[in-house]
């Protein structure tokens, strides 16, 4: 079964360089979160986007930008990256809203580890 | 302050052994309560998924249990073998708030033993 992809799984930027996440949901999948998850720490929600409108903002940087295009695929930039980004970086697809009632499947890409040197 | 508290933080059991992972929430309004098993660097993997109505639900050798009014839930693991070493996370979704609907503990690092 098709799951969620994530692109490039690893990544090594310098600092202040500039660096694109990307995820491709399952397929009819609508809603895609982005979830940051420092070493040792729990993930940390970025941004989600359901039906191609941003849905949810959480811990996101302002160097920070993402969006969701017509084909449900999402895109994670990061500009003038610090020491601090480094980190796993996870994608999520599901139907509809992950807290509306009910039982919706998320599920998580492997992520993408990006090294900030 | 919608939060989700696990513990035991870590443990370590021999292979064979059962054990059990706990998990407090105060989310308000709740939706439903997930638990995931997390490999080191690798995208966590759902287990279960268990609404306010269900009280008991198995995944194979894993059992979760939810107690909607004490905010309780437990993860089971029974006959344990050396590939369940991961962390399990317990993910509790909200209505509305201001983290995508989903609410994470730290999780719990099982590390299973020979």
């Known amino acids: 079964a098709a799951g969620v992809i994530q692109s490039p799984r690893h990544l090594i930027k310098e600092k202040r360089e500039t660096a694109t996440l990307k995820c491709y949901p399952i397929p009819r999948h609508d809603t895609v979160y982005w979830y940051q998850q420092g070493p040792g720490q729990d993930p940390q929600f970025l941004i989600s986007?359901?039906?191609?409108?941003?849905?949810d903002k959480g811990s996101i940087p302002d160097r920070f930008s993402a969006q969701q295009f017509s084909d449900y695929h999402s895109e994670l930039n990061m500009s003038s990256l610090e020491l601090g980004d480094s980190a796993l970086y996870f994608c999520?697809?599901?139907?509809?809203?992950?807290?509306?009632?009910?039982?919706?499947?998320?599920?998580f890409g492997e992520g993408s580890r990006l090294t900030v040197l | 302050k919608n939060q989700v508290e696990q513990s035991p933080q870590s443990l370590i059991i021999l292979e064979g052994k059962n054990c059990t992972l706990q998990?407090?929430?105060?989310?308000?309004?709740?939706?439903?309560l997930r638990w995931y098993k997390q490999d080191t660097g690798r995208g966590p993997v759902s287990l279960t998924i268990?609404?306010?109505?269900?009280n008991t639900k198995s995944n194979g050798r894993y059992t979760a249990t939810l107690d909607a009014d004490t905010k309780q839930s437990s993860l089971h693991i029974t006959a344990s073998q050396l590939s369940d070493s991961a962390s399990y996370i317990c993910?509790?979704?909200?209505?509305?708030?201001?983290?995508?609907?989903?609410?994470f503990g730290k999780g719990t690092k099982l590390s299973v033993k020979p």
């Open positions: 986007f359901y039906e191609k409108m941003q849905s």
């Open positions: 998990c407090n929430y105060t989310v308000s309004p709740f939706s439903n």
């Open positions: 268990m609404t306010f109505s269900e």
């Open positions: 993910v509790v979704s909200v209505n509305g708030g201001s983290q995508g609907n989903l609410i």
């Open positions: 999520a697809s599901t139907s509809g809203l992950a807290g509306e009632s009910g039982t919706g499947e998320l599920f």
